[in-house]
T-cell receptor
């Protein structure tokens, strides 16, 4: 079942601005991952943050994780028109034999040139 | 990183026919493969989990007789949509998990049932 909720559902910003997306989840996790999806295309893995980590950086991406609040945020700095896509968080549970990822509802980001 | 392919990338079929979608891990052996379905502008919904050589585990609400999954080898899983109907039109995405618990996604297959 889907447990991740993301907000906002849609975000529109100007090129150069920062974009922040949030994700909340319900169960204990082993790690949380962020993915990007261009319209009609497959998923691209962006970054993984483990449950014992609080912050992680990768290029213009910054991810935070607060396990006490069961929430994560993805910050894209100095956005570009090419960043326009849907962004999903996915949680890897800490229990269960299959440990399948559960995806959030996604945020549609539009970066205006 | 590891590569997962899907074939076909796009398929149109007539109502009542069956369609097979292949998911292959190209450069690693996948202990587990997952099949997801995605409706337009929606998130990925897990359909089933399959382990090589054993029966797939289907999520609640997914008809196992309609969505047949075969995980015949460590590099290939197939999803067959049987007796397809227009409401089965969707974007189907597979993923493959390595022995190190890393998960890689295929590019997806767009199914349109007319």
């Amino acid at each position: 079942s889907q447990q991740g909720e993301e907000d906002p559902q849609a975000l529109s910003i100007q090129e150069g601005e920062n974009a922040t997306m949030n994700c909340s989840y319900k169960t204990s996790i082993n790690n949380l991952q962020w993915y990007r999806q261009n319209s009609g295309r497959g998923l691209v893995h962006l970054i993984l943050i483990r449950s014992n980590e609080r912050e992680k950086h990768s290029g213009r991406l910054r991810v935070t994780l607060d396990t006490s609040k069961k929430s994560s945020s993805l910050l894209i700095t100095a956005s570009r028109a090419a960043d326009t896509a849907s962004y999903f968080c996915a949680t890897d549970p800490s229990s269960g034999s299959a440990r399948q990822l559960t995806f959030g509802s996604g945020t549609q980001l539009t970066v205006l040139p | 990183g590891a590569v997962v392919s899907q074939h076909p990338s796009r398929v149109i079929c007539k109502s009542g026919t069956s369609v097979k979608i292949e998911c292959r891990s190209l450069d690693f052996q996948a202990t587990t493969m997952f099949w997801y379905r995605q409706f337009p502008k929606k998130s990925l919904m897990l359909m089933a989990t399959s382990n090589e050589g054993s029966k797939a585990t289907y999520e609640q609400g997914v008809e196992k007789d309609k969505f047949l999954i075969n995980h015949a080898s460590l590099t290939l899983s197939t999803l067959t949509v049987t007796s397809a109907h227009p409401e089965d039109s969707s974007f189907y995405i597979c993923s493959a998990r390595t022995g190190y618990n890393e998960q890689y996604f295929g590019p997806g297959t767009r199914l349109t049932v007319t």
